[in-house]
């Protein structure tokens, strides 16, 4: 219900209505109270002519007052109209410094949000910071365990057994040289002495020195071609010569598996002995590198640069320091020991080029084997 006044005089009543009607009348008040959020209805304002303004709404209208610069009458508020005045200076205090609030509201945000951002930046830095002088303090251990005075003595005896090795190869190249020679030069002398052969027996019968000189003729064959197994490329192309003589003979059963063995490696590509040294030594440092990346991501040079000269064989895969390298690998093959290859390298297994490689060991070891089967039981036997 609405708050009356007691006691109102016709002199305040005619105030009132016109204090009224200079704010705008009843319906400019009504509009204004209602601007303010103020739930009253417009019958109930008509009623302050009669029964004064009430305390509720005091303020609201002494800041519309305020607002159009019109002055109060007198006696129209009560006597505590100095705190009604305070409470609205109060009021459009709060609601002046709740709209400067709003309008700072969003630089304030972005203000938070940048230090929030440095204050993140800075974190993330510290921590990569420590991170890397973590790694960096353990590089300098790593570094300081090394020590360059032991490389230097074990580079230097390295590089005395390279010079060794260098001095053995050329000392090797030369004796083939002089075995080449001779070799050429016995080649002219059985020439000679199959032409003497041959001349000896033409004053005796004549079908008796045929046959012998089909024998002598094939024997010499076979002889030089056992004896330029090293220094030349195998050479198969008097087989049918080979072939036509044996047919007319009966032979055992282990000289015709033999004259097979020769049949059968005319029919491929075989290696001098040169050719297989040349090829080895890069295989086996091939296969050194390929162990050493598998079984460690470090990197040792001194490890790496012996690996290079000395090789050995470990386990299934793995070769390293055996003394099967230059010269004893080229002693292991001149002397036709094909067996001894084969057996410390018949537990390497997944290389290709390796396994190529004792292949045409194997056949020169075959061919090896037939030729002397043959020879013998010509000599001896034949």
């Given at each position: 219900?609405e708050?009356?006044?007691t006691?109102?005089?016709?002199?305040?009543?005619?105030?009132?209505?016109?204090?009224?009607?200079?704010?705008?009348g009843?319906k400019?008040?009504?509009?204004y109270?209602?601007?303010?959020?103020?739930t009253i209805?417009?019958?109930s304002?008509y009623?302050?002519?009669?029964?004064?303004?009430?305390?509720?709404?005091?303020?609201?209208?002494?800041?519309l007052?305020?607002n159009?610069?019109i002055?109060?009458?007198?006696?129209?508020?009560?006597?505590?109209?100095g705190?009604v005045?305070?409470?609205?200076e109060i009021?459009?205090s709060?609601?002046t410094?709740?709209?400067?609030?709003?309008?700072?509201r969003?630089?304030i945000l972005?203000?938070?949000?940048?230090?929030?951002i440095?204050?993140?930046?800075?974190?993330?830095?510290h921590h990569?910071?420590?991170a890397?002088?973590?790694?960096?303090?353990?590089?300098?251990n790593?570094t300081s365990?090394?020590k360059?005075h032991?490389y230097d003595k074990k580079?230097d005896?390295?590089n005395?057994?390279?010079?060794d090795?260098t001095?053995?190869?050329?000392q090797?190249?030369?004796?083939i040289?002089?075995?080449?020679g001779?070799?050429?030069t016995n080649?002219?002398?059985?020439k000679?002495?199959?032409?003497?052969?041959g001349?000896?027996?033409n004053n005796?019968n004549?079908?008796?020195?045929?046959?012998?000189?089909?024998?002598?003729?094939i024997?010499?064959?076979?002889?030089?071609l056992?004896?330029?197994?090293?220094?030349?490329?195998?050479?198969?192309s008097n087989?049918?010569?080979?072939?036509?003589?044996?047919?007319?003979?009966?032979?055992?059963?282990?000289v015709?598996?033999?004259l097979?063995n020769l049949n059968?490696l005319?029919k491929?590509?075989?290696?001098?002995?040169?050719?297989l040294i040349?090829?080895i030594?890069?295989?086996?440092?091939?296969?050194?590198n390929?162990?050493n990346k598998?079984?460690s991501n470090k990197v040792?040079i001194l490890?790496?640069l012996?690996?290079l000269?000395?090789i050995r064989k470990?386990?299934n895969n793995?070769?390293i320091n055996k003394?099967?390298?230059?010269?004893?690998?080229?002693?292991?093959?001149?002397?036709h020991?094909y067996?001894?290859i084969?057996n410390?390298?018949?537990?390497i297994?997944?290389n290709i080029?390796?396994n190529?490689?004792?292949?045409?060991?194997n056949?020169l070891?075959?061919l090896i084997?037939?030729?002397?089967?043959?020879?013998n039981?010509?000599?001896?036997?034949?």
């Amino acid at each position: 219900m609405e708050e009356k006044k007691t006691n109102i005089s016709a002199l305040d009543t005619d105030k009132i209505s016109l204090f009224i009607k200079s704010l705008g009348g009843v319906k400019a008040i009504y509009r204004y109270l209602k601007s303010k959020n103020v739930t009253i209805n417009i019958e109930s304002i008509y009623k302050w002519k009669n029964n004064g303004i009430p305390h509720r709404y005091l303020l609201y209208i002494k800041e519309l007052a305020n607002n159009q610069n019109i002055r109060i009458p007198e006696n129209i508020f009560p006597d505590n109209i100095g705190s009604v005045n305070n409470k609205t200076e109060i009021i459009s205090s709060i609601e002046t410094n709740r709209k400067n609030i709003k309008g700072y509201r969003i630089p304030i945000l972005i203000v938070l949000l940048s230090l929030i951002i440095i204050i993140l930046q800075f974190l993330y830095h510290h921590h990569n910071k420590k991170a890397i002088n973590e790694k960096i303090i353990k590089l300098e251990n790593l570094t300081s365990s090394f020590k360059a005075h032991d490389y230097d003595k074990k580079l230097d005896s390295i590089n005395d057994f390279i010079i060794d090795q260098t001095i053995l190869k050329k000392q090797h190249s030369s004796d083939i040289k002089s075995i080449y020679g001779l070799i050429t030069t016995n080649k002219n002398k059985l020439k000679d002495l199959e032409k003497n052969i041959g001349l000896s027996f033409n004053n005796s019968n004549k079908a008796q020195n045929f046959k012998l000189n089909k024998f002598n003729t094939i024997l010499i064959n076979l002889i030089v071609l056992k004896e330029n197994i090293k220094f030349s490329i195998p050479n198969l192309s008097n087989i049918d010569l080979i072939n036509n003589y044996f047919s007319l003979i009966k032979t055992p059963d282990d000289v015709s598996l033999s004259l097979l063995n020769l049949n059968n490696l005319s029919k491929i590509n075989l290696k001098s002995h040169k050719q297989l040294i040349d090829e080895i030594l890069p295989i086996l440092v091939n296969i050194n590198n390929k162990n050493n990346k598998n079984n460690s991501n470090k990197v040792n040079i001194l490890i790496y640069l012996k690996n290079l000269i000395k090789i050995r064989k470990i386990n299934n895969n793995d070769l390293i320091n055996k003394n099967i390298i230059g010269s004893n690998i080229i002693n292991t093959i001149n002397t036709h020991n094909y067996d001894y290859i084969l057996n410390e390298f018949k537990s390497i297994n997944g290389n290709i080029e390796l396994n190529e490689w004792l292949e045409s060991i194997n056949n020169l070891n075959i061919l090896i084997i037939s030729l002397d089967n043959i020879i013998n039981w010509l000599v001896y036997k034949g």
